[in-house]
């Protein structure tokens, strides 16, 4: 499969634990995002990364939530000291951006996100 | 930030019917609008988009349409059959732009009854 893979698919833990999660994106892909899903709601953004540098972490990721991708490649989502609210299904997406050919103004362009199956924690 | 507002929140048709979900978007510099399609336990995967340069967009039985001016976008699917059941998000971004992320709507389940 050379699609998005998550690891692992479901994670139980009890409050207080650390979790950590790890993706591994489409290997030429630049961008890699972390979602959250919850049970009847759409994805919610949590952080993103261009190459190995996180961009942007959402106001939903509070200080217990640690996201890495150390070499540009997979990433690994933290979770310190788990606690029943954060029991949901976390999704990577990956995509890559392109520089526009012949763009005199240096226009990007970035086709759709392909994510992967994302890995369900239950905190008990 | 964007916002992403679907309806209707569950649709039930008959095989063979058509099936129409609307989203309605806040940001007017979104120029990017996927559709995915999430069945039980498994990822979204993407099913039609389209960027805001054009009005409508078909791919077989499904096909999207945009409203700039109104800054709404909705799902078509014809003849519909058991196996479109799922649930669908519809999602906006600024592709290029500084809003990278996708914002999604809150999903719409749609059941094709036999």
């Known amino acids: 499969d050379t699609g998005v893979s998550q690891d692992p698919r479901h994670k139980i833990t009890k409050r207080g634990q650390n979790v950590t999660f790890r993706c591994d994106p489409i290997s030429e892909h630049n961008r890699l995002y972390w979602y959250r899903q919850t049970l009847g709601q759409g994805p919610e953004f949590l952080t993103y990364?261009?190459?190995?540098?996180?961009?942007?972490k959402s106001r939903l990721l509070s200080d217990r939530f640690s996201a890495e991708r150390p070499k540009g490649s997979f990433s690994t989502l933290e979770i310190q000291r788990t606690e029943q609210g954060d029991s949901a299904m976390y999704l990577c997406?990956?995509?890559?951006?392109?520089?526009?050919?012949?763009?005199?103004?240096?226009?990007?362009?970035?086709?759709?996100?392909?994510f992967g199956q994302g890995t369900r924690l239950t905190v008990v | 930030g964007e916002n992403v507002e679907q309806h209707p929140s569950t649709l039930s048709v008959q095989e063979g019917d058509s099936a129409v979900i609307k989203c309605t978007y806040s940001?007017?510099?979104?120029?990017?609008f996927p559709w995915y399609k999430q069945e039980l336990g498994k990822r979204p995967q993407l099913i039609i988009d389209?960027?805001?340069?054009?009005g409508e967009k078909k791919d077989q039985r499904i096909a999207v349409t945009l409203n700039k001016t109104a800054k709404h976008f909705s799902l078509h699917i014809t003849e519909t059959q058991p196996e479109d059941s799922a649930v669908y998000f519809c999602?906006?971004?600024?592709?290029?732009?500084?809003?990278?992320?996708?914002?999604f709507g809150k999903g719409t389940l749609l059941t094709v009854n036999p």
């Open positions: 389209i960027r805001s340069n054009v």
């Open positions: 990364f261009q190459n190995e540098a996180q961009l942007e």
């Open positions: 997406a990956s995509s890559l951006l392109q520089t526009l050919i012949g763009s005199v103004s240096g226009g990007l362009f970035e086709p759709e996100a392909f």
């Open positions: 999602a906006a971004k600024n592709s290029g732009g500084s809003n990278y992320k996708l914002t």
């Open positions: 940001d007017s510099a979104s120029n990017y």
